[in-house]
């Protein structure tokens, strides 16, 4: 059963594993809101007027962990700019300082504004629950590596992304295994895990999450 309040799912998998695609299905279905970390560094890094462009594209085409500050700060932004309340954040967290660092930091955000905008009504301000900050379901795309592979280096026929490349697939792919699969192996103690195999077509593995979003709206 879903809590009260802001609702999180992390959708995680390696490099490939199919998190945008399957995320777009679920918004078209149940209308979530969509927040894909690497996406909004993509955009951030475009944006000319970001200090922070040049740090986020060098990170990127090393296939690296960008510092968790910027990542968060964009996320947030976006949490506290929507209207909707269940957020579907794509490829984040991605280590496992990451986690405790979201939820933190928005506790912070809160404390701060209760502090500073004594002439706002602090209801107004509550954007987050603060209780409800942890996710309450993960959904780990789990794909083999030569499928994830593939997949990538076709993409990167087109894509025009600077990690779509051979050299930096296969530093994806050992940053994806030594730092972010901790953060699964966390969550899985917390048994909010729903491990989805991802090596079938794009509809077979839909249907394999799709009832799993309806029992935890139930
Ligand atoms: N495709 C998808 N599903 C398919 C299926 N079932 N059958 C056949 N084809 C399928 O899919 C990838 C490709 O496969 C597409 O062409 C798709 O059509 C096809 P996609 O849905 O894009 O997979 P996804 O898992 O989203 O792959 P993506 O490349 O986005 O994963 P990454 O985790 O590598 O990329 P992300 O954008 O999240 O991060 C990129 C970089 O940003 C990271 O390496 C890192 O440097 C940085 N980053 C951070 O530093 N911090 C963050 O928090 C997030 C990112
Ligand atoms: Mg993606």
Redesign the pocket.
Not at 13 to 22: C, D, E, L, N, V
Not at 36 to 39: T, V
Not at 90 to 94: A, E, I, L, T, V
């Given at each position: 059963r879903a809590p009260e309040g802001t609702i999180v799912i992390f959708v995680l998998?390696?490099?490939?594993?199919?998190?945008?695609?399957?995320c777009n299905k679920i918004v078209e279905d149940f209308g979530f809101v969509h927040l894909?970390?690497?996406?909004l560094?993509?955009e951030e890094q475009r944006n000319p007027n970001s200090k922070d462009g040049d740090l986020i594209k060098s990170?990127?085409k090393d296939?690296?962990?960008?510092p968790m500050e910027i990542?968060v700060k964009l996320l947030s932004k976006k949490m506290q700019e929507s209207k909707s309340n269940i957020f579907l954040i794509?490829?984040?967290?991605?280590k496992l300082d990451?986690a405790e660092y979201f939820a933190l930091s928005l506790h912070r955000h809160l404390r701060y504004l209760e502090s500073d905008a004594s002439n706002i009504h602090t209801s107004q301000l509550y954007v987050f629950d603060p209780n409800v900050v942890e996710p309450c379901l993960i959904l780990f795309?789990d794909c083999d590596k030569e499928v994830m592979k593939q997949?990538?280096l076709?993409?990167g026929e087109t894509s025009g992304r600077i990690?779509d490349n051979i050299e930096t697939i296969e530093k994806?792919f050992k940053?994806f295994k030594e730092e972010s699969l901790p953060v699964v192996e966390r969550y899985e103690k917390e048994e909010k895990v729903r491990k989805i195999p991802?090596n079938?077509?794009?509809d077979e593995?839909y249907l394999k999450i799709r009832p799993i979003i309806e029992a935890m709206l139930a």
């Open positions: 998998g390696g490099p490939g594993s199919g998190k945008g695609t399957q894909s970390a690497g996406d560094l993509r990170y990127i296939g690296q962990i960008v990542t794509d490829g984040f967290p991605r990451q795309l997949r990538l076709k993409r990690d994806r940053v991802c079938e077509s794009v593995v």
